[in-house]
């Protein structure tokens, strides 16, 4: 694809980016889902539905950013000493 097809087809939101946009970026390997069922608050809910499609993978990028964060806290915490 060239670049002029990719800017075409580009949402507006993503034409003219800074240069600089992608340098901080990583690459992500998608890992396979698992079909649950899961009691969430209703206006939880409608708020992820309200921003449109997708709000499960919204909700997922959501706890997938807590999962992260958790583990990173857990490995900058010194270990207790036995004692």
């Known amino acids: 694809m060239t670049d002029a097809e990719i800017e075409a087809t580009s949402p507006p939101e993503l034409r003219n980016l800074p240069d600089d946009f992608w340098q901080g970026a990583r690459v992500v390997t998608p890992v396979s889902k698992e079909a ?33 964060e958790m583990g990173q806290q857990k490995r900058r915490r010194p270990a207790k000493r036995a004692g």
């Open 36 to 68: 649950i069922s899961i009691r969430l608050d209703s206006d939880v809910v409608a708020f992820f539905r309200k921003a449109g499609p997708r709000y499960q993978s919204r909700i997922n990028a959501v706890l997938r950013s807590y999962v992260d």
